[in-house]
């Protein structure tokens, strides 16, 4: 269900959040452990919070997926940055990174159409029940329109409009894409 959830969201620049419940537990994300795989519940966080993980690496150039379920990768990282640059660049500031860039790809998207409803709005046949297998009879569709508004609060998101908040924008450097949004 992570995975699924972390599609549906996803911005389509490529792979999106992959939740915390499939194939590896990540670590570097907060989920030492793989979590309850039907839990909708903590879908949102999980999206959230393996999604500005994956869009960091997006932004360094390292694969994810030689680096998802490693636990320390994001402070080698940092290190490896901080080595190579001089600057000095910590596991916080990479995080940051990669969700400024999970804000201004929504910005992006809002700005080109998109709406809420193309997150809740997908079709039946990713969201009904899949008729065997480990998720047999369980669907994601009760539960995906207050899955969706529950991720675009943690992520600072207005419900109605699915803009990235003038608030949120501002906090990671974005103070010229919120006035674009939201106008002066």
Known sequence: MG??????????????????????????????????????????????????????????????????????????????????????????????????????????NVRHGFTPADDWNVPKRIIQAPPDGRAKGISIGPHLKGMVEEYYRLMGWDPRTGKPWRKTLKQFGLAGVARDLWGE
């Open 3 to 108: 995975v699924l959830f972390g599609q549906i969201v996803g911005s389509g620049a490529g792979w999106p959040a992959p939740g915390a419940d499939c194939w590896t537990p990540e670590p570097d994300a907060g989920y030492p452990r793989l979590t309850e795989r039907f839990d909708a519940r903590s879908k949102p966080m999980e999206a959230r919070k393996t999604g500005i993980l994956k869009f960091m690496n997006d932004c360094t150039g390292i694969c994810w997926f030689i680096t998802w379920g490693l636990q320390g990768v994001l402070r080698l990282t940092a290190e490896a940055i901080s080595a190579a640059t001089g600057w000095d660049y910590s596991p916080e500031v990479l995080l940051q990174v990669g969700e400024r860039v999970m804000h201004l790809e929504r910005a992006f």
